[in-house]
C-alpha cells in the first residue's frame, strides 16, 4: 500500500528555518517525481517544488533561493528545507507522488495527510 | 507561468442534479489537464487525470472532458458526499498551476 506520512511542522518565527520529511512506503523515492504542494489557511492549493528521479529540482518562484527540496533514497525519505520563512509560508505542506502518464509525471495519485507550519512572532 | 481560472468559485445544487465546473489555461496544454477532490481537513484526492481519464475507484459520475484551453468537469448526478471542493491542475510545464477550487454545496 503506497503512504506517505509528513512530519516537521511547527510554529517558527519570521527567518527561521524549518525542515520537513516525508516518509514514503509502498513505493521507492528515487525512481518517482516527488513534490510539495502547500495550502494556505483557507485559500487554494499552491505547488512549491519538485525533484525527479533524476535528482533535477525545480522551484516555485515565490520559494526559490529560499528552499531546498532533497530525497534520501536508502531512507526513502523526500525532504523540504525552509530557510528565511515568512508569515506568508504559513500553510499546510502536502508531499505527493507524480505519476507519469501521456509523457508528463506530474499528476499527483497519492498524497500526505499534511503537515502544518506557521510562521509567526 | 501557465494560469488556471476556474469557474464558478462556488454553487449550490441539489442530490441528482448535473454539475458543470469549468477550467480554462492561459495557454494551450493539450490534455494535460487534471481535477482534484478535497474535503475539509483533508489531502486532495485524484480524479480525472489526462483530462478525461478515470483514477481508479472513482465513481463513474464524475467526468472530464476538453482539451488545449478549456475543460470541464461533470458530476451526472450529485451526491451528498460530492460536497467539497474542487481543483483542476495543469501537468503541462512548471510551475505546475492550480486554479482557484469551487466548492461544491448540497442544498
Known amino acids: 500500500e503506497v503512504q506517505l506520512v509528513e512530519s516537521g511542522g511547527g510554529l517558527i518565527q519570521p527567518g527561521g528555518s524549518l525542515r520537513l520529511s516525508c516518509a514514503a512506503s509502498g513505493f521507492t523515492v528515487s525512481s518517482n517525481y516527488m513534490s510539495w504542494v502547500r495550502q494556505a489557511p483557507r485559500k487554494g492549493l499552491e505547488w512549491v517544488s519538485v525533484i525527479y528521479s533524476s535528482g533535477s529540482k525545480y522551484y516555485a518562484d515565490s520559494v526559490k533561493g529560499r528552499f531546498t527540496i532533497s530525497k534520501d533514497n536508502s531512507k526513502n525519505i523526500l525532504y523540504l528545507q525552509l530557510n528565511s520563512l515568512r508569515a506568508e509560508d504559513t500553510a499546510v505542506y502536502y508531499c505527493a507522488r507524480g505519476s507519469c502518464s501521456e509523457s508528463t509525471c506530474y499528476t499527483f495519485d497519492y498524497w500526505g495527510q499534511g503537515t502544518l507550519v506557521t510562521v509567526s512572532s | 507561468d501557465i494560469q488556471m481560472t476556474q469557474s464558478p468559485s462556488s454553487l449550490s445544487a441539489s442530490v441528482g442534479d448535473r454539475v458543470t465546473i469549468t477550467c480554462r489555461a492561459s495557454?494551450?496544454?493539450?490534455?494535460?489537464l487534471n481535477w482534484y477532490q478535497q474535503k475539509p481537513g483533508r489531502a486532495p484526492k485524484l480524479l480525472i487525470y489526462?483530462?478525461?481519464s478515470f483514477q481508479s475507484g472513482v465513481p463513474s459520475r464524475f467526468g472530464g472532458s476538453g482539451s488545449g484551453t478549456d475543460f470541464n468537469l461533470t458530476i451526472s448526478s450529485l451526491q451528498p458526499e460530492d460536497s467539497a471542493t474542487y481543483y483542476c491542475q495543469q501537468s503541462y510545464s512548471t510551475p505546475l498551476t492550480f486554479g482557484g477550487g469551487t466548492k461544491v454545496e448540497i442544498k
Open positions: 489526462a483530462a478525461s
Open positions: 495557454q494551450s496544454i493539450s490534455s494535460y
